[in-house]
């Protein structure tokens, strides 16, 4: 699965409800969801606990071509590799920090997680790991071919998941637009 890179501190008591997070605005809905309805019961002996899983190191890269030509497939060097890993970290902890940062504005107490992994496979395994109580997800929003093919994290976590799971919609406007 992966290494597990905490920033946190001390273990959690209680069974937690973990937000699943990546940076789509979907998944800040369902960050935004579970502050304006959970926020009663996050509590400091049982913090909000917010995920987000960073992609595996690459074991190939694929250099798209124009039409015609082909395609090229080269392993990455192992500098190359490290510095891609290091910039998903980054990422990642940026992104962790800035949602730690709207819940701290919104008086919840949250704890930060990520995993390296499969965002799916990720997620899943953090449930059992943390005894989560109830897992939330954003929608991604992609149409049924697109799901069909691609596979939706959210689809495999419900399906999948040893606890609840609350996939959150994007919310529309009054007159059906995707807010």
Not at 128 to 140: A, F, H, P, Q, W
């Amino acid at each position: 699965m992966g290494e597990v890179v905490e920033n946190g501190g001390a273990e959690i008591a209680e069974k937690p409800v973990m937000v699943a997070v990546d940076e789509s605005e979907c998944s800040h809905c369902a960050l935004m969801w579970v502050i304006d309805n959970l926020k009663e019961s996050i509590t400091t002996k049982s913090p909000l606990l917010i995920f987000m899983a960073q992609p595996p190191p690459a074991s190939s890269i694929t250099f798209a071509a124009p039409l015609g030509a082909a395609r090229m497939y080269c392993p990455p060097t192992p500098e190359f590799a490290n510095n891609m890993q290091e910039n998903h970290r980054k990422l990642t902890v940026a992104l962790l920090e800035r949602a730690k940062d709207i819940c701290a504005s919104h008086g919840v107490t949250a704890k930060t997680v990520t995993e390296i992994g499969d965002a799916k496979t990720a997620i899943c395994a953090a449930v059992l790991k943390y005894n989560v109580n109830l897992l939330v997800l954003g929608e991604r929003g992609l149409g049924k071919i697109k799901r069909a093919i691609l596979g939706s994290v959210s689809n495999y976590c419900v399906q999948n998941a040893k606890c609840p799971v609350l996939v959150v919609k994007k919310p529309q406007s009054s007159t059906g637009e995707i807010l």
